[in-house]
């Protein structure tokens, strides 16, 4: 059962999630998120997470439907409380509400603690650039990777997005671990039986390694910049542990018991430093010319942050998303276990 | 002439940039400012800039005196033209005004334009972690770094810094190029006729070197990640050229006859978030546990930005300033032609 249409796979995340507890609104939102991830081919953070959702809704890790509260406000800063709700749900809103605010008021900053996974960062960030601001995000989670010179697990990956409006060009979409790498590449060398690039991991006594098993027998993910300049990634991966683990109240890494993610968000208003349609015709520019760099040898063509994910998107929105069989699997048990239809939704072809 | 206090130094600094036409007060911000990085043991923006900033007024690049404008203005927001006069002057105007913004509303952007070199990022991010609020810089400048797969200069070094107030730890403060290496590192390289590692630079025609010279023949610096992720660091110094030159009305690296600094400075009331001094105990937590990590093979602690720097300005503060021959004799031309008497300074022994 490998190959379904976006479409499809939105309709069976919502039934399962609706089925699970979830207000229809809000199965639509994560529905909507997971399966933009897969689109863009970061399938770690699309449907497969649906398996994970549901396990933490059974052992109340997860609230559909919790409220979400402002806990401190004022007019360009917010601090949410999300009781536990979808990730998705709250950082939708932290977005929306950050939005509103550098619209009033040039630039905010809303973060967010007691929330559940939020998936991709680019999804919260694009918001803004859709709005013609500049979007900002940050957080941090469980802890996967070795300050420099270090061989414990004491940080996330801790990612950061920029997201620009452009002209013609397509969006400036960045979104990257500030780890070399994100877990999920290292979870798909190990199932694939391939061994690593050197420099991504170091094994439980910190020599580097090149196979996979290490990372989860003890090991840990390498900070941005290896072992000549990793002390950049570390610092930046620190950066984002204050901000998205301190700032937001939601804790960090290394602290016992970290679950879900810590969220720091900024919007800046071009409109208050320049008109956002010269803001766009410059930045257009500036990409062409990117673009029109000769090349070095080994490359055919240099790709602008985001542009790779909206290629992939188009490909998968008319040929459809392939769903390993050991995924549909547990998805389809997921779903009989609460009388969702899978074979329903499917015959419906939509 | 090699080994200089620093009360010495700043005061040859000041009395050079005022004999040539420098107000006293920006010839000791500025003295100050390069001073600072020479105990930090960033030579590469101390004393050996007088050189550089005494030509450029010379030749009418840099004014002295120069009115500070400030062109657009909200109560969180703002951008100011510096007329060309020293990037240090005008940088600090920027800072002190955002950090009055970000007091009375949360958050704050101040973006500046037509600005000599305002040299190390750190010293104005520091501003505001002293005030207890949060940090951020970001400059762009001439063009040194080529883009990901591409052989062209056509980015900036593209630094970004981030700085925290801590209670007992020292400040953090993040100062770091999203290139593998700044210009300076090659520079020194050539000069002493080493090698560089691998994966710093590559030639005119896009191989990869380790023979410094090619970086001055045509070469680039790579952007931080290097091959295998050198995506990233793109990403990140593609987002800093964005903010500070397109949304500061700076210009881009690669647009014809860029000079000076463009200038992005943000800052972030962590009062409006949580009570800074339970920040301040949380950051402290978070350095120490990273402190503690367990090593790996080869290292021998864990340094926290901005560290390194610290300890460097205690053993210099106290043993002085080393001044290569050549910094001392062109400094000593320079002062001669104004009737600057080093002598005098030196025998004062200040």
New interface residues.
Partial sequence: MPILRAETLRKISEEIFKAYGAPAEEARLVSESLVEANLCGHDSHGVIRIIQYVKAIERGALKPGAEIEIV?E????A?IRGNWGFGQVVARRAMELAIGKAEE?????V?AYDLYHIGRLADYTALAAERGM?GVAMVNSTPTV???????R??STAP?S?A?PTGEESM?L?D?ATS??AEGKVRVSLHRGERL?D?LI?DK???PSTDPADLYEGGALLP???D??G???F??G??V???A?????AG?A?EEGKVGNGVFF?V???D???PVEE?KE??DA?IR??KS?????G?T?????GELELRTRRVRRDEGIYIPERTWREITEIAEKRDVRLADILSRGC
């Fill in positions: 401190r004022t007019p360009s800063s601090l008021n040039s630039v905010s900053v973060c500049v070795a300050p420099y010179g270090g061989r414990e004491l940080l950061i920029y620009f400036f960045l990257i070399v790498c690039p420099g170091i006594d910190g020599h941005l910049g290896g000549l300049v002390y950049k990634g610092g930046l620190l950066a542990e204050v901000l683990g301190i700032l937001s109240g960090c290394y900024e800046i208003n071009i208050d430093f320049m803001f410059r930045i500036l010319r990117i760099s000769k090349l070095r040898p490359f063509e240099i790709l602008i942050p």
